[in-house]
């Protein structure tokens, strides 16, 4: 008989989405090079939104959600990866038009994949998971701009109470930067300067959209908000000021001008976590094990059993999860 494992699955019927926990055989799991038995995952924004059945990110049912995961190797038909070898997958739509992380087991395409990189183990994995990736790719797009520490001025990561923002963070203060940190909950103040934030930016002063030109700010923005934030901080940004852009929160309309690029030559720069090459990837893996503190990293996570997931998905679109939150998938 095959071996089974508990996932859960998501059936839509007559428009409606219903979740459940339900027991299911490896024969069910779809086609792919590796498969591997899940630890942990996490849930992010877009996991709440694939829960409650909002934005039509999932055309496919029976389906089971969880945008990444971390877990051990059981069989694979890539010379890359061997039973037992830990891996990490974020990305290639795994969770939306492929099975995810919510199962005990999944089967993937090795090249989804990355091995678990010296420094980290799978549950510190995921407690970065796909925020805190998006959060490093951020910060090396704003490196390649040339943005540095020894630059007069701040830093603005807007949403910083949220999984990306909170990583960011972290990875800035950690490599020198002066970190302005904006959020609307002031319960998390105290947090975000113990993860290193030198301001505290109320987000209610990004809210002006009625001038393309602000005074000069920011050297350097990651927003995880869109919309009207991030029109705002366009505004705000310094002479070849740099901002990495890698969420949608806020919606997907820029209601700005060309002016801040034509007149200040501020570069805006959007981050795909989704599909990302392997060399990046690993790098960006490689680098979150060596200058991610660690200490940050358990301050902002939270632990939840995969079968209490379902009200945290509620929680996470209200705004109300601080940091990250880690799912045990085997706790089911």
């Given at each position: 008989m095959a071996e089974t494992f508990r996932a859960l699955v998501l059936d839509q019927q007559d428009k409606s989405i219903s979740a459940s926990f339900k027991t299911l055989s490896m024969d069910d799991l779809p086609d792919g090079d590796v498969l591997v038995r899940v630890n942990w995952s996490t849930l992010n924004y877009k996991d709440?939104?694939?829960?409650?059945?909002l934005g039509r990110l999932v055309r496919t049912y029976p389906h089971v959600p969880g945008v990444d995961f971390s877990g051990q190797?059981?069989?694979?038909?890539d010379d890359r990866y061997k039973p037992a070898d830990e891996v990490i997958l974020t990305g290639w739509?795994?969770?939306?038009?492929?099975?995810?992380?919510y199962g005990q087991m999944a089967r993937v395409k090795a090249d989804w994949l990355v091995p678990l990189p010296d420094g980290l183990d799978g549950a510190q994995a995921m407690a970065i998971g796909t925020a805190g990736f998006t959060s490093m790719l951020a910060v090396m797009a704003l490196e390649e701009q040339g943005v540095s520490p020894d630059q007069d001025g701040e830093v603005l990561v807007t949403g910083a109470a949220g999984g990306v923002g909170s990583v960011a963070?972290?990875?800035?203060?950690?490599l020198g930067y002066r970190?302005?940190?904006?959020t609307g909950r002031e319960e998390t103040h105290a947090y975000l300067r113990d993860l290193g934030a030198t301001t505290i930016i109320d987000?209610?002063?990004?809210?002006?959209?009625s001038r393309p030109l602000l005074t000069e700010r920011w050297v350097g923005a990651i927003?995880?908000?869109g919309s009207t934030t991030l029109a705002h901080v366009l505004s705000e940004m310094k002479y070849h000021g740099v901002v990495s852009a890698c969420g949608l929160a806020g919606g997907p309309d820029l209601p700005a001008t060309v002016i801040p690029f034509l007149l200040r030559g501020v570069k805006l720069i959007g981050i795909d976590s989704v599909m990302c090459p392997y060399e990046t990837r690993l790098r960006a893996w490689e680098r979150l094990a060596r200058e991610l503190p660690k200490d940050h990293l358990s301050a902002a996570t939270t632990k939840v059993s995969l079968s209490d997931i379902l009200p945290w998905g509620e929680k996470i679109l209200k705004g109300q999860v601080k940091g990250r939150l880690l799912v045990d998938v085997q706790d089911c």
């Open positions: 709440g939104m694939i829960l409650n059945g190797v059981v069989s694979s038909n739509r795994v969770g939306e038009a492929h099975w995810g992380g963070v972290s990875i800035l203060a950690a970190v302005a940190a904006s987000r209610n002063e990004l809210t002006d959209t927003d995880s908000v």
